[in-house]
């Protein structure tokens, strides 16, 4: 992955690094961030997120080729990889379509998403292949929420996808299937995107608010990985303060360089 420096991107969303042009821009990370406080060791400092316009706004930061994503957490049916993927969010609206994106890598082919009633999605495949949901109401708007996916690699064959998918909200699961998974598909087609879908290059689902502290593992993190993770609602830096960080493949802590293993 190139180690893009997006939030430290200039005024026009300019990398100097990359020649590159990134969105959001300067004004979004910087002037319209919300800023908490993340615990490093033993010191609370301020910690900046990213503000998504949603939408309409075409907000995004593309984070890699499918090819890239696949060799990493994608891969097909019982050679499907294991992956988690965590983030600290704050909607304040549905986004795009009533789907904002957290992140979706390929077209659809994984991806973590706002959904009907206040509500948290992860899914494999556009065309309803496997699908797991949080209670309604467990994401409210105007609110930080701590989400953590975990996938355990392979083909639950159609049936048991709760056991393979997973979804924790705030450090405790809620999971329910929606379509059961099976012969899960490769990471294809469209470049990954944090805080929208790709869409051919025509991004269509802008999450709606603000995102912060999201990275991408591995492995399925445990139960009690993902309570670490939470720490009680107080972000860390995870890349050295969290007992599986060598299982670190991409964190962007939004406000800090990306921090990429």
Not at 155 to 161: A, E, I, L, R
């Amino acid at each position: 992955l190139r180690t893009l420096r997006t939030l430290h991107a200039g005024q026009y969303g300019q990398d100097s690094a990359f020649n590159d042009t990134t969105k959001p821009a300067w004004h979004k990370t910087n002037r319209n961030r919300r800023a908490r406080y993340k615990q490093t060791g033993y010191e609370h400092r301020e910690a900046k997120s990213i503000l998504f316009g949603g939408a309409s706004s075409t907000d995004y930061i593309d984070v890699g080729a499918p090819a890239t994503w696949d060799a990493l957490i994608g891969g097909a049916g019982s050679a499907a990889k294991p992956f988690s993927i965590s983030a600290w969010v704050y909607p304040t609206s549905a986004g795009g379509g009533d789907y904002g994106r957290i992140i979706e890598f390929g077209n659809a082919d994984r991806t973590l998403l706002y959904y009907d009633n206040n509500s948290v999605r992860f899914t494999f495949g556009a065309s309803d292949v496997g699908r797991v949901t949080t209670s309604n109401n467990s994401l409210p708007f105007n609110a930080w929420t701590h989400i953590v996916v975990t996938y355990k690699g392979g083909d639950p064959g159609g049936s048991n996808t709760t056991d393979y998918l997973k979804i924790y909200i705030n450090g405790s699961e809620d999971n329910n299937t929606i379509d059961e998974l099976s012969s899960p598909g490769v990471i294809a087609t469209d470049n990954t995107y944090i805080g929208n879908h790709d869409n051919g290059g025509d991004p269509d689902r802008e999450w709606g608010g603000y995102l912060d502290e999201i990275s991408v593992w591995d492995k399925t993190l445990t139960a009690a990985e993902v309570t670490e993770l939470y720490n009680g609602g107080i972000p860390t830096a995870i890349n050295s303060e969290h007992s599986a960080r060598n299982n670190i493949i991409s964190y962007w802590p939004m406000g800090c360089l990306l921090y990429t293993s």
